[in-house]
């Protein structure tokens, strides 16, 4: 099975950076995914890492360390918009490439 | 980029009737659709994985003959609460996408379930 930790809440003001980690123990590891969530809404793709290393999209950046089982998601220049759930997903390797989510990180972004 | 369609966003129902959600892929073919479930403030849950032409999976726990899925076809998965109960109340959600490499599946918009 799959399972992943990752802290329940953050709190951050406008213009700072925030680090959302995520550790995750699995029987058949792909990649490492994340979402941003707001409430009432759809989660939304954010970023994806199946090697080692950073991946960088605009203000958000994503790393991976599998031989850590460990991930963490980057959101620099922090805005008020960005005050959201992010959850990070395994997806794991069996045919069907299913994403299995941790229980999530709620972000409060303060002006 | 990749487009999932959910109806109806909200519906509420009377407990012992049937809802049924569609989740369709716009400008993409899915094999494969996925369901979840989530609770306020909680997680999503994986409910079942819909196959085109095939049944599907369902994960431990779901209960198959309460959540029917119908995936007839490559853009069109179904969910079907059958007689639902006040503790099937919740925020239902498929998401799917492109075969090939994996760049983020998308969700629906979601359907928000009230069984009153």
């Known amino acids: 099975g799959q399972s992943l930790e990752q802290p329940s809440e953050v709190t951050a003001v406008e213009g700072a950076i925030v680090q959302i980690n995520c550790t995750y123990q699995?029987?058949?590891?792909?990649?490492l995914s994340w979402y941003q969530q707001h409430d009432g809404g759809a989660p939304t793709f954010l970023s994806y890492?199946?090697?080692?290393g950073l991946e960088e999209t605009g203000r958000f950046s994503s790393f991976l360390s599998r031989s850590d089982s460990y991930g963490y998601l980057l959101l620099q220049e922090l805005q008020m918009k960005d005050s959201a759930s992010y959850f990070c997903?395994?997806?794991?390797?069996?045919?069907?490439?299913?994403?299995?989510f941790g229980s999530g990180t709620q972000l409060t972004v303060l002006p | 980029g990749a487009v999932v369609s959910q109806h109806p966003s909200r519906v509420i129902c009377k407990s012992g009737t049937s809802v049924k959600i569609e989740c369709r892929s716009l400008?993409?073919?899915?094999?494969?659709m996925f369901w979840y479930r989530q609770f306020p403030k909680q997680s999503l849950m994986l409910m079942a994985t819909?196959?085109?032409?095939?049944?599907?999976?369902?994960e431990q726990g779901v209960e198959k003959d309460k959540f029917l899925i119908n995936h007839a076809s490559l853009t069109l998965s179904t969910l079907t609460v059958t007689s639902a109960h006040p503790e099937d109340s919740s925020f239902y959600i498929c998401?799917?996408?492109?075969?090939?490499?994996?760049?983020?599946?998308?969700f629906g918009s979601g359907t928000r379930l009230t069984v009153v």
């Open positions: 998401s799917a996408g492109p075969r090939g490499a994996f760049y983020g599946y998308t």
């Open positions: 699995t029987s058949g590891f792909y990649g």
């Open positions: 890492n199946a090697l080692d």
């Open positions: 997903a395994v997806l794991s390797s069996g045919s069907a490439r299913q994403l299995t």
């Open positions: 400008d993409f073919q899915a094999t494969t």
């Open positions: 819909s196959n085109e032409g095939s049944k599907a999976t369902y």
